[in-house]
C-alpha cells in the first residue's frame, strides 16, 4: 500500500498570507490527524478528523481549520500567517475502524515544510 | 511541566552497543505507547506500539511499559549507524481522546562506525 503523502513538500509565504496544505492517507485509513513540528515546542497535536467530521481539536488559534472529504483526503488552512508558523506540518492517518483495529496507531506522512518570511 | 518527558541528547554511541531511550510522564490515563523514529527532513516513522504495561520485542528492538512508575523504554541492540536519527516517544488516553497522540521532544541518537 502507499503511504500517506503531503503536498506541496515545500512553501514559502509572507506574513499576512494564506496557506492550504493537503493529505492523502494510506488506503482504507478514514482517521486523519495534524500536527505541527517546531525545534522549540516539538509536535504539537492540531486537529483530527474521521469521516468528514472533526473529532478532537488541539490548543491552537480559529486561523488553523481543517476538513476532510469523503474520500477521506484533509486540508488544512492557516489563514492570517505569522512568523511563528514557520513549522513542518504533518499529516497522519489511522485505521481506526477497519477490521477491529485500533485507531490508536498512526502513521505519518513527509511533511509539509512552511517558511513564513 | 510537560505531560511527556524526554531527554533530548544527543546520544552518541558506538556501533554495537545497546542504546536505551526513556521517557517519563504524568498522566495515569495513558494507556496506549508508541515510538517513532524520525530520520532528517523525514515524517515519524512507527516503530513499536503497545498497551497498557509489558514487554514487546521486534527484532532488534524491545519497547518496556512500566505504569506504575509511568515510565517507558526503548531498548536498541546490536546498533547500527543506519539507527542514527531521532526517536520520538509517543502516548494517549484512547478512547474519548480520539486522534491525539502527545509526544515526548525527541531524543537524537547517533551511532558512531
Known amino acids: 500500500k502507499a503511504g500517506v503523502t503531503q503536498t506541496p513538500r515545500y512553501l514559502i509565504k509572507t506574513r499576512g498570507q494564506q496557506v492550504t496544505l493537503s493529505c492523502s492517507p494510506i488506503?482504507?485509513?478514514?482517521?486523519v490527524s495534524w500536527y505541527q513540528q517546531t525545534p522549540g515546542q516539538g509536535l504539537q497535536f492540531l486537529f483530527e478528523y474521521f469521516s468528514e467530521t472533526q473529532r478532537n481539536k488541539g490548543n491552537f488559534p480559529g486561523r488553523f481549520s481543517g476538513r476532510q472529504f469523503s474520500n477521506s483526503r484533509s486540508e488544512m488552512n492557516v489563514s492570517t500567517l505569522e512568523l511563528g508558523d514557520s513549522a513542518l506540518y504533518l499529516c497522519?492517518?489511522?485505521?481506526?475502524?477497519?477490521?477491529?483495529?485500533?485507531?490508536?496507531?498512526?502513521?505519518f506522512g513527509p511533511g509539509t515544510r512552511l517558511l513564513v518570511l | 511541566q510537560k505531560e511527556v518527558e524526554q531527554d533530548p541528547g544527543p546520544l552518541s554511541v558506538p556501533e554495537g552497543a545497546i542504546v536505551s531511550l526513556n521517557c517519563t510522564y504524568s498522566n495515569s490515563a495513558f494507556q496506549y505507547f508508541m515510538w517513532y523514529r524520525q530520520y532528517s527532513r523525514k515524517g515519524p516513522e512507527l516503530l513499536m506500539y503497545?498497551?497498557?504495561?509489558g514487554n514487546k520485542e521486534d527484532g532488534r528492538f524491545t519497547a518496556q511499559v512500566d505504569k506504575s512508575s509511568k515510565y517507558i523504554s526503548l531498548f536498541i541492540r546490536d546498533s547500527q549507524p543506519s539507527d542514527s536519527a531521532t526517536y520520538l516517544c509517543a502516548m494517549t488516553h484512547g478512547s474519548g481522546n480520539t486522534g491525539k497522540l502527545i509526544f515526548g521532544q525527541g531524543t537524537t541518537l547517533q551511532v558512531k562506525p
Open positions: 497522519a492517518s489511522s485505521p481506526e475502524g477497519t477490521s477491529g483495529r485500533r485507531g490508536e496507531t498512526q502513521y
Open positions: 488506503s482504507g485509513h478514514r482517521s
Open positions: 503497545t498497551y497498557s504495561s
